[in-house]
């Protein structure tokens, strides 16, 4: 089992990913940018017992970042927040948990 990122590594995450971003919205995008390039994508993990495949991240209509979940040809959108990862996470998942981070106010 992986051991959850420290303050530390978790400030230097949010450092880099909002490094030139300024405000709310801009930083949100910075963060769906390095988790979209990051993120080892497709990967399987478990949404309420049920086997998805999280394909891509990206904003849904109320600007969170989503998760974009494909199974048996249906689609569905689960923020980001809220995704439960498989363990052990896919690579560049550090990268989720820094955006969790950050937007429970861990940053401030």
């Known amino acids: 089992m992986k051991r959850p990122l420290s303050r530390r590594q978790l400030e230097t995450l949010v450092e880099k990913a909002i490094v030139d971003a300024y405000g709310e919205t801009e930083q949100k995008t910075a963060f769906l940018t390095v988790i979209g390039d990051y993120l080892a994508m497709p990967f ?3 949404v309420l017992g049920i086997e998805v495949t999280v ?3 990206d904003f ?3 600007d969170e970042i989503v998760a974009i979940c494909r199974r ?6 689960i923020p980001i927040l809220d995704l ?3 363990s ?3 690579g560049g998942a550090e990268w989720i948990e820094a955006y969790r981070w950050w937007a429970r106010g861990g940053a401030g």
């Not at 048996?72 to 959108?77: A, I, N, P, W, Y």
């Open 72 to 77: 048996d040809g249906k689609r569905l959108s």
């Open 60 to 62: 849904n209509d109320v």
């Open 44 to 46: 399987q993990t478990s």
């Open 84 to 86: 439960p990862l498989p």
């Open 55 to 57: 394909e891509r991240v």
């Open 88 to 90: 052990p996470p896919p």
